[in-house]
């Protein structure tokens, strides 16, 4: 059985900085064979690719919408998206992912969290 749990989100001043972190939580597997990352989904829009890092942490991939003023780190289960320069088109709800295997471009992930919201006001 397969949990991801999210937190961190909330409201946040344009300009402002986010830190969101996942904890995953795994029976009966190493969660080191488990490649993690963030999704995103604004209100009316399709859920987009946001940051995933490989199962050791070795490799990390990002958005364009995103590069350049986000970092995604792992330490073991848990993994840590920092974002800066937040604008309003940040926001959306957050969904922390991960698949079995499988690489992080492009990341494909099987299993989801519940979402946490992230307000980002002009």
């Known amino acids: 059985q397969v949990q991801l749990a999210e937190s961190g989100g909330g409201l946040v001043q344009a300009g402002g900085s986010l830190r969101l972190s996942c904890t995953l939580t795994v029976s009966g597997r190493d969660f080191t064979f488990y490649t993690m990352g963030w999704f995103r989904q604004a209100p009316e829009k399709e859920r987009e690719f946001v940051a995933a890092i490989s199962r050791v942490g070795g490799t990390t991939a990002y958005a364009d919408s995103v590069k350049g003023r986000s970092t995604i780190s792992r330490d073991g289960a848990k993994v840590t998206l920092q974002m800066s320069s937040l604008t309003p088109d940040d926001t959306a709800v957050y969904y922390c992912?991960?698949?079995?295997?499988?690489?992080?471009?492009?990341?494909?992930?099987?299993?989801w969290g519940q979402g946490t919201q992230v307000t980002v006001s002009s």
């Open positions: 992912a991960a698949n079995l295997g499988g690489g992080v471009w492009p990341f494909r992930p099987s299993y």
